[in-house]
């Protein structure tokens, strides 16, 4: 089965500073995995998506994410932190076909002006 | 605007009480999900289809049901089984499987009196 690790269930960065998220998962296949991005008291909206086709992922809102097999991470990055970042984020992984989605615990973004 | 529709946003309960969450997307999606999401927990998997007529128990079945009677409908019944109902609860459609972007409604949260 898979699984995901996200370390750090509260992350504090300055504005303007790098921001840094990890996730970490395992699968026996080659997987699927996701970012998605939660504001307070609403649903999930998707950052960006691995697939295979490139091991790095440029998403929405200036994130992106890399994908190293070896160490089996798909860390989220941002270049510099925007008030705006403040959310609560998600870390997923599927291995396709019929398999469900897991997701990590989560993962909240505070950024100190 | 195409999307997944959640009501009602806030829903109370008195114990031993069934009630119904609702769930509806526009999107044309043939996959829909519920999850429920605790603080630390991050989102657990209730129930999914991915057809009409047709669904699966998630990792937390017991104690919740769903109909699947029409391709934009989903809706979520927890009943009086359910131990610890208080929670937030998302709905979530795809256009066909689990390597697919899941688009979120923006929840119901449910609390029991």
């Known amino acids: 089965a898979q699984s995901v690790t996200q370390l750090g269930s509260h992350v504090s960065v300055s504005e303007g500073a790098l921001v840094l998220l990890r996730c970490n998962y395992s699968s026996s296949v080659p997987p699927y995995l996701f970012w998605y991005v939660q504001y307070p008291n609403q649903g999930l909206q998707l950052l960006l998506k691995y697939t295979s086709a490139a091991t790095l992922v440029k998403g929405i809102n200036g994130f992106e994410a890399e994908f190293k097999k070896s160490e089996t991470s798909f860390h989220l990055t941002k270049p510099s932190a925007h008030m705006s970042d403040a959310a609560e984020y998600f870390c997923?992984?599927?291995?396709?076909?019929?398999?469900?989605?897991?997701f990590g615990i989560g993962t909240k973004l505070q950024v100190i002006p | 605007d195409g999307g997944i529709t959640q009501s009602p946003k806030y829903l109370f309960r008195k114990e031993g009480q069934n009630v119904t969450l609702s769930c509806e997307q526009n999107l044309n999606h043939d996959a829909m999900y519920w999850y429920r999401q605790d603080p630390g927990q991050g989102l657990r998997l209730i129930y999914y289809s991915q057809i009409v007529n047709d669904f699966q128990k998630g990792d937390i079945a017991e104690g919740y049901s769903v109909s699947r009677e029409k391709k934009e409908s989903f809706p979520l019944t927890v009943t009086s089984a359910q131990k610890n109902p208080t929670a937030f609860y998302l709905c979530a459609s795809s256009i066909s499987g689990n390597t697919d972007t899941q688009y979120f409604g923006p929840g119901t949260r449910l609390t029991v009196l």
């Open positions: 997923a992984v599927t291995p396709g076909g019929y398999q469900k989605v897991t």
